[in-house]
């Protein structure tokens, strides 16, 4: 298990369509292999997820690669965070989200304060998005392209074994408890300073 630094503060089909609405661009675009496409995802994760404390556990998943029209495909991955943040923390969370992305550069393209979720664009050609989902279960996933279309074998190698449940499914069920996050108690308003 691995733990998210996260300041108190997938969705694969948006992270597909905001990939596939730059698709003029890859034909430029020099491919990656899938290791240097795996090095970006993870350190595109990291720096999504850099602003946020104190620190959520989580799980990576194996990369996963999607064909697009054009002779390309997009490799993405998702993060699982498996502490548990209460509901009187979702607007704290998707806040603090909200204003780092918008400050490394990122482009929101959509917000779902009701979900809540939220969709960016990265510098570069990647996309990222932030859901959670209905059992209070986060998930980041981020995408990069162009890769070369792989069939035959798992572009990334051997996928490693993942957290599973009984019925087989991932296990991204979070269940660990933090005493911020998981509290009920909602994230207090800052007092404005007077000035002297």
């Not at 051997?158 to 408890?177: C, F, H, Q, R």
Request: glycine letters at 8%; one cysteine or more; proline letters at 11%.
């Amino acid at each position: 298990m691995l733990v998210l630094t996260l300041g108190a503060s997938s969705c694969s089909s948006s992270s597909s369509s905001s990939s596939s609405s730059a698709g003029g661009s890859h034909q430029q675009k020099a491919l990656m292999t899938p290791d240097q496409a795996v090095q970006k995802l993870q350190a595109l994760l990291d720096d999504a997820t850099s602003d946020i404390k104190p620190p959520l556990r989580y799980w990576d998943a194996w990369p996963d690669s999607t064909e697009q029209d054009g002779g390309y495909a997009t490799a993405s991955q998702a993060r699982y965070i498996m502490t548990k943040v209460s509901k009187a923390k979702f607007g704290a969370l998707l806040g603090l989200l909200e204003r780092s992305w918008k400050a490394k550069g990122y482009h929101i393209a959509k917000v779902n304060p009701n979900q809540p979720a939220m969709f960016a664009d990265i510098p570069g050609g990647a996309s990222i998005g932030f859901t959670i989902g209905a059992a209070d279960n986060i998930t980041f996933e981020v995408s990069v392209s162009p890769i070369p279309v792989i069939t035959g074998h798992d572009p990334f190698g051997t996928p490693t074994p993942e957290p599973t449940m009984s019925n087989g499914n991932p296990d991204i069920i979070p269940k660990y408890d933090d005493p911020f996050w998981s509290s009920d108690q909602p994230t207090p308003t800052p007092t404005p300073t007077p000035s002297p």
